[in-house]
Structures are given as C-alpha cells and as structure tokens.
C-alpha cells in the first residue's frame, strides 16, 4: 500500500519542477520507510488534490521527489459539520481530534467554560492546537482525506459565542442537552445546510450559557436517554450525520 504524506506547500506550482525537496516532517516519514529511489509515495497539501510521487533522491538530511500524477478526489463530508467542544480532560481531546477528522468533520473550536477542568491560555495553548493539528494530520494521512481537519485556537464559550452571527442563515446550530425535549433525529430534518454543533464539558453547560447559545441561535438537541461523556457526545453526533442521518 503506497504511503499518504502531508506536506504544507503548494502541489501545484512543484508540479512544474523537475523535483523538489519534501519538507522535514514528510521527509522523515519517506526515510523511516526506506523507500528508494523509484518508490512512490501519495501527497496532498490540503487543497483537495492528491498526487502520485516518485522518489528521486534519498539522503541523510534531504529526500527529493517528482510529482507524475495529479488525481482529483472528494472525500468530504457533505454536509459539512464543525464541532464546537468544551475541552474534555485527561488529554480525551487528541481522540476527539483524531476520530472527528475519520468521520469527516470539517473543524473543530476547542473552548472552556465555567465547569471546564482543562484551561488552556497563552503559550500552551498554542502548543496544544499545534498538537492537536498534528494530529488531525496523522489522520488525514491514515484515512484518505485530502483536506484534514482545521483545529481552531482555544477561547473561552462566551467569548466564542459572542463572535457568531445572531441569525444562523442556512447553517444549522445544535446544542447538545441531555434535559431538551426535541430528538436529534426530529431536528436534523429541518434544514439542508452545514451544521455546528456544541458540546458541553463533563458536568454539562450552565444554564445561563444554555441560553447564550440558545440567543445565537442554537436549538437544544438530545441524542437519547443516555447520558454520553464529554467525549462520545460529539463524535456520536457526527458519526449519524456521516452514516446519512442528517438527510
């Protein structure tokens, strides 16, 4: 099976060069392979494209690669869902990352909130969405998408919400509420556009944040009589829009 490498730069202007040096994280993965010359590999830069390269040099410090094939691929989940998660602890967020970027979601908004355990500011948030990114490269490159999933910087859910429109237009806002009335599956009938989905922390949104993303426009959904962890939430949600239950 030929191995799928991200690289962050632009396929299509290498595409003219006779070959070109991959960049260090995708050059080690290639040296780690022992691929030689002549071995293929499949790239993507995140434009939805991928290509077929070909190893023209290997070396201890450059790995160098022709482009042969162009192939236009799409892999997207339609329609598109971003998660909007009040960050979990124990590091259960690098797994929300990676089995949200499989299931196709397009983002994710990491966030905290007054019940949040994990807060995360200044340089070690940054270090986390560095992280997180990462990972939603690795799986990207394990399952076939050629667009991985963009993991935004950490904010705080008042600050976030604040930021949205009022009127959602055709974008379909749910809150998942383990106390609202009305079932996912009666909601996601109304409405055919992207979806944005809001999950809370392990003891669940305050009231009053309840009602701050119910006047952003997001209607309270429940997944069923269970109560799902601050982890499964979200992924389950994305798994029945994937599997077409959105339709």
Do not use: Y
Request: hydrophobic share 45%.
């Amino acid at each position: 099976m030929v191995s799928r490498l991200f690289v962050e730069q632009p396929l299509a202007a290498a595409a003219s060069e006779e070959d070109f040096a991959l960049p260090a994280g995708a050059a080690r993965h290639v040296q780690v392979l022992r691929l030689q010359p002549g071995g293929q590999v499949t790239l993507f830069d995140g434009s939805g494209d991928e290509w077929t390269a070909e190893v023209t040099a290997m070396g201890r410090s450059e790995v160098r690669v022709v482009l042969r094939e162009r192939h236009s691929v799409d892999r997207e989940l339609h329609p598109s869902v971003t998660l909007a998660v009040v960050m979990p602890a124990n590091d259960r967020m690098d797994g929300i990352v990676e089995k949200a970027c499989e299931l196709g979601a397009v983002a994710i908004q990491p966030l905290m909130s007054e019940r949040s355990v994990l807060r995360l500011s200044g340089e070690r948030a940054q270090k986390k969405q560095a992280h997180w990114q990462g990972v939603a490269v690795a799986a990207a490159e394990q399952c076939g998408r050629t667009r991985p999933l963009t993991v935004a910087p950490v904010q705080t859910l008042s600050a976030w919400l604040a930021s949205l429109a009022a009127e959602a237009a055709e974008e379909r806002r749910w809150l998942l509420s383990p106390v609202a009335a009305e079932p996912l599956s009666r909601r996601a009938r109304e409405g055919q556009g992207p979806i944005l989905v809001l999950s809370g922390p392990e003891g669940g949104l305050s009231a009053d944040e309840e009602q701050s993303a119910r006047a952003r426009g997001f209607q309270a959904v429940q997944l069923g009589p269970r109560i799902l962890r601050a982890d499964t939430a979200p992924l389950a949600v994305l798994g029945w829009v994937a599997l077409g239950g959105s339709a």
